[in-house]
């Protein structure tokens, strides 16, 4: 018996024509998506390869929806959820030099017809604080895909025609053979995890602070210790994607420091789940970039505290992958703390290296945007965004079309500042070791912790006013 053929594929080409700037075989909706991107034909053809990465990445996550991750206490932002890892039809150049159209593939059959306007900017890189200035155009429902063709039944000979049909990607599937977990596995491993014997009468004088997708954030009374605790509460039914919330636990859990907003307890309510953790009152990094303008020495005093987070956590071999202002959360004494690990990756110890692609855009290290594998020092790298952040009141291109700016980010390097003559040189070389393009060259959270701008840190208490000042704002 000769059965059906198995994963067959069909690589779909582009050529790009280095004298028109133009790429050829280009699926229809990509298209579309560069006309209005604001890339011009000079940028792509500094690197097509690059543009195709990013064109990929853009579509693979764009439209993603928000969801939860247990974000900080006394914060109302909710971080969006893990993407779907699947592979895009991403096609490949075929070769540097004018070329042929070759054969539009499946998805470009679909995408046929009127190029639609540019897409809304995809919610997974909104934050409550920072947004950008021009006004998104509307959005229009994505071209969908025709279905897969039939394989021949089991048994029969196959010429390949049906597998001319199917394009391939050159991005490998991530985490193949990996079987979501079923709402039952869930909850019994959430049984595992949490307290049984705990009972939500222990916390008391519940009050309002926070509404996100994933649910609702109090504080409340430890009726034992009579400290005060974050809780958020979620509705287990309303969660797409439960096991990262498994996973936010068991990294919050097994991985507390001074520097990180340390897990109190879980329990299930009913249908909730309830997750306490220690609760800072005052905000968010972002209240304070945005309302304030901070100094060196409080930016170094955040940026030391940060990298003390980084190096616990990466010596424990986990990822945080999304460290921006907004995961930075603040005590009224001036405490810097790590929160939000729904998209913390822990790294097997024979392997240290990630492929998926996870966090916010715009403080993404080079290597996430283009799709290559990578390790701990993309944490550095959006450090060195948020430091920028902490400078400008917001990260580079956050006003570019969002296609744009993930380009620049995979070909530009390390971002231009607005006005680097305001900044000492010590900072500024810091910086660049943060924003080093070449992963080897970058950083190491213990190496930074070393680093003469760090030298100028001011005292923590230098932060209270700001932090009073912002939230006078709010």
């Known amino acids: 018996m000769i059965s059906?053929?198995?994963?067959?594929?069909?690589?779909?080409?582009?050529?790009?024509?280095?004298?028109?700037?133009?790429?050829?075989?280009?699926?229809?909706?990509?298209?579309?998506?560069?006309?209005?991107?604001?890339?011009?034909?000079?940028?792509?053809?500094?690197?097509?390869?690059?543009?195709?990465?990013?064109?990929?990445?853009?579509?693979?996550?764009a439209g993603t929806p928000g969801a939860p991750g247990t974000g900080g206490a006394g914060s109302e932002k909710?971080?969006?959820?893990?993407?779907?890892?699947?592979?895009?039809?991403?096609?490949?150049?075929a070769d540097s030099a004018p070329s042929t159209p070759s054969?539009?593939?499946?998805?470009?059959?679909?995408?046929?017809?009127?190029?639609p306007p540019v897409v809304e900017r995809p919610g997974f890189t909104m934050s409550d604080k920072t947004v950008p200035i021009k006004k998104p155009e509307p959005s229009v429902p994505k071209p969908t895909k025709p279905p897969p063709p039939k394989s021949p039944p089991a048994g029969a000979s196959s010429s390949g025609g049906d597998a001319a049909e199917k394009p391939k990607s050159p991005v490998q599937k991530r985490d193949k053979g990996k079987k979501k977990m079923s709402d039952d596995e869930v909850l019994a491993k959430l049984r595992e995890i949490v307290s049984p014997a705990v009972s939500k009468e222990r916390y008391t004088n519940k009050e309002k602070i926070g509404q996100g997708a994933s649910g609702t954030v109090y504080t409340a009374i430890d009726s034992e210790t009579g400290r005060t605790v974050a809780i958020k509460q979620m509705n287990l039914q309303q969660q797409p994607k439960k096991e990262l919330i498994i996973n936010e636990i068991i990294v919050m859990r097994e991985n507390q420091q001074a520097?990180?907003?340390?897990?109190?307890?879980?329990?299930?309510?009913?249908?909730?789940?309830?997750?306490?953790?220690?609760?800072?009152?005052?905000?968010?990094?972002?209240?304070?970039?945005?309302?304030?303008?901070?100094?060196?020495?409080?930016?170094?005093?955040?940026?030391?505290?940060?990298?003390?987070?980084?190096?616990?956590?990466?010596?424990?071999?986990?990822?945080?992958?999304?460290?921006?202002?907004?995961?930075?959360?603040?005590?009224?004494?001036?405490?810097?703390?790590?929160?939000?690990?729904?998209?913390?990756?822990?790294?097997?110890?024979?392997?240290?290296?990630r492929s998926t692609m996870v966090g916010t855009p715009y403080w993404m290290a080079p290597e996430v945007v283009t799709r290559k594998q990578y390790?701990?020092?993309?944490?550095?790298?959006?450090?060195?965004?948020?430091?920028?952040?902490?400078?400008?009141?917001?990260?580079?291109?956050?006003?570019?079309?969002?296609?744009?700016?993930?380009?620049?980010?995979?070909?530009?390097?390390?971002?231009?500042?607005?006005?680097?003559?305001?900044?000492s040189d010590t900072f500024k070389d810091f910086l660049?070791?943060?924003?080093?393009?070449?992963?080897?060259?970058?950083?190491?959270?213990?190496?930074?912790?070393?680093?003469?701008?760090?030298?100028?840190?001011?005292?923590?208490?230098?932060?209270v006013p700001m932090i009073k000042a912002a939230k006078q704002v709010r």
């Not at 909710?78 to 150049?93: C, H, M, R, S, V």
């Open 259 to 353: 520097n990180i907003v340390n897990y109190v307890d879980s329990l299930l309510v009913g249908e909730e789940l309830w997750v306490v953790m220690e609760y800072l009152a005052g905000g968010s990094l972002t209240e304070v970039v945005t309302e304030t303008i901070l100094n060196e020495g409080q930016i170094a005093a955040i940026c030391r505290e940060c990298l003390r987070a980084l190096e616990f956590l990466h010596a424990r071999s986990v990822i945080h992958r999304d460290i921006k202002s907004d995961n930075i959360l603040l005590g009224m004494d001036g405490a810097v703390k790590l929160t939000d690990f729904g998209f913390c990756a822990q790294l097997a110890t024979e392997a240290s290296k």
């Open 78 to 93: 909710f971080i969006g959820e893990e993407p779907t890892l699947k592979a895009p039809d991403t096609p490949t150049i």
């Open 432 to 463: 660049c070791n943060c924003l080093e393009m070449s992963v080897e060259k970058r950083g190491s959270a213990t190496e930074l912790l070393k680093h003469p701008f760090l030298q100028k840190c001011a005292p923590l208490s230098s932060l």
């Open 103 to 115: 054969k539009p593939s499946a998805a470009a059959a679909a995408g046929a017809g009127t190029a």
């Open 375 to 423: 390790g701990p020092k993309v944490d550095i790298w959006s450090l060195g965004i948020m430091a920028i952040e902490m400078v400008e009141g917001e990260p580079p291109y956050l006003n570019e079309n969002p296609l744009r700016a993930l380009y620049l980010i995979a070909t530009n390097g390390t971002p231009e500042l607005q006005n680097p003559e305001n900044l």
């Open 4 to 61: 059906a053929p198995l994963d067959f594929v069909h690589e779909v080409h582009v050529g790009f024509d280095s004298e028109t700037g133009e790429f050829n075989g280009l699926p229809a909706s990509w298209q579309s998506l560069l006309k209005v991107s604001g890339i011009s034909k000079t940028e792509i053809a500094k690197n097509p390869q690059g543009m195709l990465d990013v064109l990929g990445f853009y579509t693979e996550q």
